[in-house]
């Protein structure tokens, strides 16, 4: 069985906004700095 490299589950993983993130932890917006 052959394992998937750091770079192939980076390409699949399903990129969101760091906002909805935050909502989801109880982050307020204002506290996030968008950017990277």
């Not at 906002?19 to 506290?31: A, C, F, S, V």
């Amino acid at each position: 069985m052959a394992f998937k490299t750091d770079i192939e589950i980076a390409r699949e993983a399903k990129k969101r906004p760091i906002q909805e993130i935050g909502d989801k932890l109880g982050i307020p917006t204002e506290h996030l700095l968008p950017y990277g």
